[in-house]
């Protein structure tokens, strides 16, 4: 329920009117605008539909998006957005060392039986939840583009993979140690998973819904507290303890790029130019 309860929150305090990126200037970052449209939907085959039905949304209307009955209206729109989105995570790759080149990680994946148990684990993980996740999504007529999906699973598997860990690391490192002078690793690590969450829920109301991907939630679709949520918890749970516990970068952009590139076959992403 943290997820949720976190975006029920957020709904009450943010001003949903314009997206806020992320600020690499910002000292607590220390690791040692786009227009919203008619049409909404999830990130990354994401948490979008976690938002109770009847939400005024943008504009004045109603987001019902546990069925996802609004969405991006405009392919090359969305594609331009995520790339703006995607730049973000590239500039803090890079400035916080975050990016596989800059990391050696692959080398300790069996250097120890907890890391390599932490590596299948996640693996299991995320193949294990998969499919149920994406049992609530439908193409709607749209024919599989092998070329969309690939490319989004690259990009976002690296740049919002990246995102996500600096907002862990701001919270477990900048806030709860530094700012906060948390002595206790596990009070770090519970602030660093509440600003990890907090950042997914508020990337998704701000960004993915407003200007993300075409509809793809089936109207059958079951309560995404009763499916969806369990396993993006559990999943998400699983790539940040193996970063926390391996350092493991490279991985977990790779588990998640592996979750993208099956979400985005099974609703059929178009590519930029092509009709939704």
């Known amino acids: 329920m943290g997820i949720r309860i976190i975006i029920l929150l957020s709904l009450h305090v943010l001003d949903t009117s314009a997206f806020s990126a992320p600020d690499p200037r910002s000292p607590l970052f220390e690791k040692s605008a786009v227009t919203p449209r008619r049409h909404m939907s999830a990130s990354s085959v994401g948490i979008a539909d976690a938002i109770p039905d009847g939400i005024s949304g943008m504009n004045g209307e109603v987001i019902n998006a546990a069925h996802g009955d609004i969405y991006q209206s405009n392919n090359n729109n969305g594609w331009r957005n995520m790339a703006i989105y995607w730049s973000f995570g590239l500039i803090a790759g890079i400035i916080f060392k975050y990016m596989p080149f800059q990391t050696d990680p692959m080398k300790d994946i069996f250097s120890s039986f907890s890391a390599a148990k932490n590596h299948l684990l996640a693996l299991i993980c ?89 509809k793809h939630v089936r109207a059958d679709a079951a309560s995404f507290t009763k499916q969806g949520l369990p396993e993006l918890m559990l999943m998400s749970l699983s790539w940040i303890w193996l970063y926390v516990s391996t350092g493991d970068v490279i991985s977990v952009c790779i588990l998640h790029a592996l979750f993208n590139f099956i979400g985005m076959n099974k609703i059929a992403l178009q590519p930029p130019f092509v009709g939704l």
């Open 126 to 214: 995320t193949l294990g939840v998969t499919p149920r996740f994406i049992a609530r999504y439908d193409n709607y007529s749209r024919n599989p583009h092998l070329g969309a999906a690939t490319s989004f699973a690259f990009f976002n598997g690296i740049f919002e993979t990246i995102l996500f860990l600096l907002s862990y690391d701001i919270g477990a490192t900048a806030i709860a140690s530094k700012l906060l002078g948390f002595g206790s690793k596990i009070g770090s690590r519970m602030l660093g998973f509440f600003t990890f969450f907090a950042y997914s829920a508020l990337i998704h109301i701000k960004f993915w819904l407003p200007s993300g991907l075409p």
